[in-house]
């Protein structure tokens, strides 16, 4: 088969190609991309735009980083893959100790996983699992708070906000979980609490039904970017082992250093039954995730009935993912990441909160290296986007959020660019959307 020619390729694309939550032919069709560099996607007609997401923000380290290339150039010298059914490799046990070493100290087996959605998924049945191999087949249900995001796939879904969320129209065909409204207090300092009471009450009342908790800690990510105060994550982790009930904490987007500490629990001082890792795991090199447990859920699992977890990703522990996943958090933990997430947050800051005069602005919210701007009303997609790329840099709304998570190598100078378009971008869309 010929390959597409050069004047060609993109038609072919634009009708054939499907993109993340949009139309086969959409409205605003995709930027076509030549390369990327640091924090700069270059563009095939020349344009240079400065990546405030960070792509969906897993490039923690910027793009074509040397370190995170070699190690990826030396495993494809070995091999790119290999089945982990009956196998093993080095880079899985390296990847495994660096995690174990890094978490919470309970958090000592790893499962391998190919996505984020599926780490959660493995999270879920895994703590099902575990009550049906202790003879309580009946704790089958999960707990959760509104406005939370957990992945795409089915049983991600069903943890998902049930009404303002992604998934609505596929709620006739989920499990039916447990919700209670998410917490309102940003900070230890505003907790009140009443805050806990929903959650309480439920666990009372639904103990005997109830597997886990899931939440992601301290930020919640594409449900609403919305911050709370890890006094809750305290008071549920108490709840939860006060009814035996785990808790599961879905870190893919918050994990690796994106709210100021490696991870959000540690914000609250509190460690997960089973913690959920992704996105930042390879820098954005390639997909993969993890799923951490206890000795004690492991072990509980693999010696009753069946007598082994019941998943196996056909990409579990892809031996290139390990690889570069061991360089992405070596080269983490070498940096200065914590200085340069402090200096992103104070930049966000000062740049961003004298927005709350504007008219047409809901709030402002700041937590380590994200940002974010809510609007009364949904943005104008092709509208913001537009004038985004022409103010030279690349953000991706969604809803009434405006929001930026940028790569923690951002200089200073490319960060006030960046957030200088934010503003105006945004000072121009609430004005336009003004009686």
Known sequence: MNKLADSSWLDFEQQHVWHPYAALQGTL??????????VHILLEDG???????????SVI????????????????????HVMFGGLTHRPAAELAARLVELTPQPLQSVFFCDSGSVSVEVAIKMAIQYWYALGQPDKQKLLTVRHGYHGDTFGAMSVCD?????????????????????????????????????MRDTIERH???????????????????RVYSPEYLRQVRALCD???????????????GRTGKLFACEHAGIAPDILCLGKALTGGYLSMAATLTTEEISRTISTQPPGAFMHGPTFMA????????????????????????????????DKLEPCRALAGLADVRVKGGIGVLELDQPVDMPRITRAFIDRGVWLRPFGKLVYIMPPYIITAA??????????????????????
Not at 29 to 38: F, H, M, Q, T
């Open 242 to 256: 006060t009814h035996g009930i785990l808790l599961i904490a879905d870190e893919i987007a918050t994990g690796f």
């Open 162 to 198: 049930p009404e303002g969320g992604m998934h609505h129209m596929f709620s006739h065909l989920l499990p039916q979980h447990f919700f209670v409204p998410a917490p309102q207090a940003r900070t230890d300092a505003e907790w009140v609490d009443s805050e806990i009471v929903p």
């Open 61 to 80: 380290h910027g793009y074509n980083h040397p370190v995170l290339n070699a190690a990826a150039k030396q495993q494809l010298d070995q091999m790119s």
């Open 207 to 225: 103990h005997n039904e109830i597997a886990a908790v899931i939440l992601e800690p301290i930020v919640q990510g594409a449900g609403g970017m």
């Open 318 to 349: 892809n031996p290139l993912a390990c690889s570069i996943a061991c360089a992405s958090i070596d080269l983490l933990l070498d940096s200065p990441w914590q200085e340069r997430i402090a200096a992103i947050e104070n930049s966000m800051c």
């Open 47 to 57: 344009r240079r735009l400065i990546d405030g997401m960070a792509s969906w923000w």
């Open 414 to 435: 490319e960060l006030d660019h960046l957030l200088s378009a934010m503003v105006e971008t945004v000072k121009e869309s609430v004005r336009s959307s003004g009686p």
């Open 29 to 38: 069709p995709a930027l076509p991309v030549r390369s990327a560099e640091g």
